[in-house]
């Protein structure tokens, strides 16, 4: 999760169920001992494991959230990847892009396991931890043939999105529709991107519903783009709803 904000300690969220958390927890066999600062997560396409470290008091950003562990699991192979996205993924070496990549999670495991090269951005102050993260897998990324590089972006800014190029097969993001004054620079940005480029590209999210002011982003995206919900997860203990990825591609011209 991003909170592309200038608040990172806005926690309204802080107790939320932490899949990451559980997995590390049933491994170690014992819920006391696990300390926050330290996750791993097994990835079973490449019989490895990525580490990642999460600062849970610096704010949203550097914290582990639910729909980042499901948008890992999609493309870990673990659910059946929906025809319309596999068509992104296939016959090449993938270039991804990540928007409000937070610990950068979904970003290395995505390189892990596609063999693809990512890019992974989120603010400047946010981007000292990817790139701990980055260097802590260096050795997985290495022997799986990805690879990782970490780039600032600020939703909206042209000078920053123009600096990072448009030549991308694949964005991802996870709990990025969480602040309501971003939903417009979070457009603007899909629409460079999705939009402006000469290959076609999708942006694969994964989110968890928390509010009803939400709607307005949906209403406003499927003016520009196609959205589909690919794939949805059960809830988590604990909580009402579970987490849908839904893929956006620019609208069909014959529609």
């Given at each position: 999760?991003?909170?592309?904000?200038?608040?990172?300690?806005?926690?309204?969220?802080?107790?939320?169920v932490?899949?990451?958390?559980?997995?590390?927890?049933s491994?170690?066999?014992?819920?006391?001992?696990?300390p926050?600062?330290?996750?791993?997560?097994?990835?079973?396409?490449?019989?490895?494991?990525?580490?990642?470290?999460?600062?849970?008091?610096?704010?949203?950003?550097?914290?582990?959230w639910?729909?980042?562990?499901?948008?890992?699991?999609?493309?870990?192979?673990?659910?059946?990847?929906?025809?319309?996205?596999s068509?992104?993924l296939a016959?090449?070496r993938v270039?991804?892009?990540?928007?409000?990549?937070?610990?950068?999670?979904?970003?290395i495991?995505?390189?892990?396991?596609?063999?693809?090269?990512?890019?992974?951005t989120?603010?400047?102050?946010?981007?000292?931890?990817?790139?701990?993260?980055?260097?802590?897998?260096?050795?997985?990324?290495?022997?799986?043939?990805?690879?990782?590089?970490?780039?600032?972006?600020?939703?909206?800014?042209m000078?920053?999105?123009?600096?990072?190029?448009?030549?991308?097969?694949?964005?991802?993001?996870?709990?990025?529709?969480?602040?309501?004054?971003?939903?417009?620079?979070?457009?603007?940005?899909?629409?460079?991107?999705?939009?402006?480029?000469?290959?076609?590209?999708?942006?694969?999210?994964?989110?968890?519903?928390?509010?009803?002011?939400e709607?307005?982003?949906f209403?406003?995206?499927?003016?520009?783009?196609?959205?589909?919900i690919?794939?949805?997860?059960?809830?988590?203990?604990?909580?009402?709803?579970?987490?849908a990825?839904?893929?956006?591609?620019?609208?069909?011209?014959d529609?």
């Amino acid at each position: 999760m991003t909170d592309q904000s200038n608040n990172p300690h806005d926690g309204e969220d802080s107790d939320e169920v932490n899949p990451f958390t559980m997995l590390l927890r049933s491994e170690e066999g014992n819920n006391e001992s696990v300390p926050l600062q330290n996750q791993l997560y097994n990835l079973q396409s490449i019989q490895s494991a990525i580490s990642i470290r999460q600062l849970p008091s610096q704010g949203l950003s550097f914290q582990l959230w639910p729909a980042a562990a499901t948008l890992v699991n999609l493309l870990d192979g673990r659910f059946h990847l929906h025809p319309s996205l596999s068509a992104f993924l296939a016959g090449k070496r993938v270039r991804i892009l990540e928007l409000g990549s937070g610990t950068g999670v979904v970003g290395i495991a995505a390189a892990a396991t596609l063999g693809a090269s990512v890019t992974v951005t989120d603010l400047p102050h946010v981007l000292p931890n990817i790139q701990f993260n980055v260097d802590l897998n260096s050795g997985v990324l290495e022997n799986n043939g990805g690879a990782v590089d970490v780039a600032a972006l600020s939703w909206g800014e042209m000078k920053d999105m123009e600096a990072i190029g448009r030549e991308y097969d694949l964005l991802l993001g996870s709990d990025v529709v969480y602040h309501d004054h971003l939903y417009d620079p979070l457009l603007k940005t899909l629409r460079f991107f999705l939009l402006g480029g000469e290959r076609k590209t999708a942006f694969v999210m994964a989110h968890l519903r928390r509010w009803k002011k939400e709607s307005a982003f949906f209403k406003k995206a499927k003016k520009v783009f196609d959205v589909e919900i690919i794939h949805n997860d059960p809830p988590l203990d604990g909580s009402r709803i579970g987490v849908a990825v839904y893929l956006f591609v620019a609208k069909s011209i014959d529609k």
